[in-house]
């Protein structure tokens, strides 16, 4: 790939998703597509581009492909245990003591979930806090990524042992069915979770995520450069609810991005709050 190849395709794998690839990302990208290039019979980058540029229905299709190999889909059960620990304080307080469950259901979102570990997690804490509150609370969570591999793993809910690491062996036993080296997800759990493409740079696909209570948008704004951020960000807070949460990735920062949340310190991790 060569720097003038190199551009035009960045520049519209920005333009689509938000993620951008810094010139020293070069042959990251060229790596991550160069069987591709094999595979379709094109002879050059620049071949690839105008084919997705300017391509009909192939091209659209072709969109899927690339959407799954720009994309870093790392996560895992239980990831950042400082993060859920705030999250479970929140639920406690502001979700579980003071309402009996009649009201309307807790509305959750998991923007860019990748396989489906960071969603799960969630449901499986609020399954144990019902269970230790003693109380029913309703909840919803939404689970979007840009990915469909990715979204077509999550719905099965099958997972490795990598995935579970961060688990102990009384939760698996109590919320996976073992298989084999498998560990398969249980209806339960499952049941409460909604998964759906959603691409975080289109500001039209919020309308369907508004009201929501917390909004979990994890090691994701990494991937994109300072305005990509701003406007996912500003998106998102208008799709919470007066008072909700957002919690970002660990090494994310709100830092020249917003102002219009206050941070609220949790031992180990900051939550974003809408005001
Ligand atoms: C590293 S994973 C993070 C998964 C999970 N939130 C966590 O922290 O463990 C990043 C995810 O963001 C998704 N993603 C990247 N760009 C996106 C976009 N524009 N809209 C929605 N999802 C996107 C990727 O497909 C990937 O699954």
Redesign the pocket.
Same mark, same amino acid.
């Given at each position: 790939m060569t720097r003038e190849e190199f551009i035009p395709l960045r520049d519209f794998i920005y333009e689509k =998703? *938000? /993620?951008f690839f810094a010139e020293n990302k070069m042959y990251l990208l060229e790596s991550r597509l160069s069987n591709r290039l094999s595979e379709l019979g094109f002879e050059t980058y620049n071949d690839y581009y105008f084919f997705l540029k300017y391509g009909n229905e192939d091209a659209k299709k072709e969109m899927i492909y690339l959407l799954d190999v720009v =994309?870093?889909?790392? =996560? %895992?059960f239980f +990831?950042n245990p400082p993060q859920l620990d705030a999250f479970r304080i929140i639920m406690e307080k502001n979700y579980f003591k003071n309402t009996n469950g009649q009201g309307m259901p807790l509305k959750i979102w998991? @923007? @860019?979930? %990748?396989t489906g570990?960071?969603p799960y997690t969630l449901a499986i804490i609020l399954l144990e806090l019902m269970e230790l509150t003693k109380r029913n609370i309703p909840f919803i969570i939404y689970a =979007?990524? /840009? %990915?469909y591999r990715?979204l077509e793993a999550a719905k099965k809910g099958v997972y490795g042992p990598y995935s579970i690491r961060g688990m102990d062996q009384t939760m698996l036993n109590k919320y996976f069915t073992k298989n084999g080296d498998t560990y398969i997800v249980k209806d339960i759990v499952k049941k409460n979770v909604k998964f759906d493409f959603? &691409?975080? /740079?289109d500001k039209q696909s919020y309308v369907k995520y508004r009201f929501m209570d917390i909004i979990?948008c +994890? &090691?994701?704004l990494i991937?994109f450069d300072d305005k990509a951020k701003k406007r996912v960000i500003d998106s998102i807070y208008e799709c919470l609810k007066p008072g909700g949460f957002l919690t970002i *990735?660990h090494a994310e920062s709100l830092h020249n991005i917003s102002r219009a949340f206050k941070p609220i310190m949790f031992p180990g991790s900051i939550v974003y709050q809408k005001g």
């Open positions: =998703t *938000g /993620i =994309t870093t889909n790392e =996560t %895992s +990831r998991s @923007a @860019a979930c %990748s570990e960071e =979007t990524d /840009i %990915s990715v959603m &691409n975080l /740079i979990f +994890r &090691n994701v991937y *990735g």
